[in-house]
């Protein structure tokens, strides 16, 4: 990754600034933990058994706990560490629990989180080709995320992408007390396929249309959680698709209203000449009303104006 300054026409590459320590970037970390990952920042240095937690963090979208792990060597093998940090945290659930709730004073159950999503994120200057390979398997619950701290300030982020086919479990043969086979049995990486496979020929034309298209805006990612599948602009939601068989569901979330009546920092306002968004609200627990946009897709001459709708939200992250 190498990063350039514009100057009257000119690229002037910008100079490395390297992390003296592992606690280095992991303080940069943790003090962005919303900004970088979208994450709610929970706790640092977290002991459970004999296994230190650098941070954790807990994944509001999700309902999930995520592991932050820090690194500057690259002598480490992610499948084991990981593995066994997940291993960790499906056995010890009431401890990770237990320390939510006295660090964010919530009430929190074992059940309110869906475990099954809970994932491994390691940060680190670099990975060698080793590390790289050992997670290039559809479903393994790890994310590897390269950092870059350059002069004036800037620092980049890079997530290393698998497009492998195979499957992880694949791996732990019959042993029935390996790690990653006590690991899969409780977490899921989910997929697109989750999503579609009851979706009739013709939505899937539409999904594969639209996906292609947004998916070719800068800074799009599209992913699969357990309940949608989302597009996301850097660490931002733009929306949440829901895949029925003769229809998809499009959620764009506008922001909070607080008790006092005061409406969250960027709330959203489509303008929809059409009038084909409806809204929607919740309210949490603590009395703040969550809002929403959902338009209903079927049909491909629709999806024109649908991407206008789309490109509102995108613009306003």
């Known amino acids: 990754m190498n990063l350039f300054k514009l100057s009257s026409g000119k690229l002037a590459q910008l100079d490395r600034e390297h992390f003296t320590l592992e606690r280095d970037i992991q303080q940069l970390i943790e003090k962005n933990l919303h900004e970088v990952f979208n994450l709610q920042f929970v706790a640092s240095e977290l002991t459970v058994e004999k296994f230190r937690i650098d941070t954790l963090a807990f994944d509001e979208e999700t309902n999930s706990f995520v592991i932050v792990e820090y690194k500057k060597g690259n002598s480490y093998s992610v499948v084991d560490q990981g593995y066994s940090y997940l291993s960790v945290m499906l056995n010890n659930k009431a401890d990770f629990i237990l320390e939510y709730n006295e660090r964010m004073n919530e009430s929190l159950k074992r059940n309110d989180v869906d475990w099954s999503s809970s994932r491994v994120i390691f940060v680190s200057p670099s990975f060698n080709s080793y590390q790289k390979n050992s997670v290039n398997f559809r479903d393994i619950p790890f994310e590897l995320?390269?950092?870059?701290?350059?002069?004036?300030?800037?620092?980049?982020?890079?997530?290393?992408?698998?497009?492998?086919?195979?499957?992880?479990?694949?791996?732990?043969?019959?042993?029935?007390?390996?790690?990653?086979?006590?690991?899969?049995?409780?977490?899921?990486?989910?997929?697109?396929?989750?999503?579609?496979?009851?979706?009739?020929?013709?939505?899937?034309?539409?999904?594969?249309?639209?996906?292609?298209?947004?998916?070719?805006?800068?800074?799009?990612?599209?992913?699969?959680?357990?309940?949608?599948?989302?597009?996301?602009k850097g660490s931002s939601l733009i929306s949440a698709v829901r895949i029925f068989k003769k229809h998809m569901s499009l959620d764009f979330s506008r922001g909070n209203i607080a008790l006092d009546g005061s409406k969250s920092k960027g709330f959203l306002n489509i303008d929809d000449p059409k009038g084909k968004l409806e809204e929607k609200s919740w309210t949490y627990k603590s009395g703040v009303v969550g809002n929403s946009y959902v338009l209903k897709l079927s049909q491909a001459d629709e999806l024109e104006y649908a991407k206008y709708l789309i490109k509102q939200k995108y613009d306003s992250l």
């Open 145 to 232: 995320w390269e950092i870059r701290r350059f002069a004036d300030g800037i620092v980049g982020l890079n997530q290393h992408q698998s497009n492998s086919s195979e499957d992880i479990k694949l791996l732990s043969g019959d042993n029935e007390t390996s790690a990653i086979r006590q690991v899969s049995e409780e977490i899921k990486v989910y997929e697109e396929s989750d999503h579609t496979a009851g979706a009739s020929e013709k939505i899937l034309v539409v999904w594969e249309e639209l996906k292609e298209d947004i998916s070719n805006w800068d800074d799009v990612i599209c992913y699969s959680t357990k309940h949608y599948v989302g597009f996301r």
